[in-house]
């Protein structure tokens, strides 16, 4: 199953629609899926960041990140099982808290 994340309080929605519309916060079925969208979204010439066992709030992750339109980071990411404290901020899923 996968989910996705829609965030529009963006200052100038206009610059960013291309964007939006290629990608947005999502979360796949598995790593294999993190990793064939890296692949694809690489081949498009974004640069990525990856945060492979990551432990984002209470799970641990795959996932990686790019930046977007007003300097914004996005994640693509699965949860690969539940983490036993919540990660503290900043962290390698908050990377700008």
């Not at 066992?53 to 099982?81: H, M, N, P, S």
Request: charge should be negative; include cysteine.
């Amino acid at each position: 199953m996968s989910r996705v994340q829609l965030a529009l309080n963006r200052s100038n929605i206009d610059s960013a629609v291309e964007f939006y519309r290629r990608l947005f916060g999502a979360e796949v079925g598995s790593t294999f899926d993190v990793v064939t969208e890296a692949a694809r979204l690489k081949d498009e010439g974004l640069a990525l960041r990856h945060a492979d066992g990551a432990t984002c709030c209470y799970a641990k992750q795959d996932k990686f990140w790019i930046t977007g339109a007003d300097a914004r980071e996005w994640e693509v990411y699965t949860v690969l099982a539940d983490a036993e404290q919540m990660a503290p901020a900043p962290s390698t899923c908050c990377p700008s808290a």
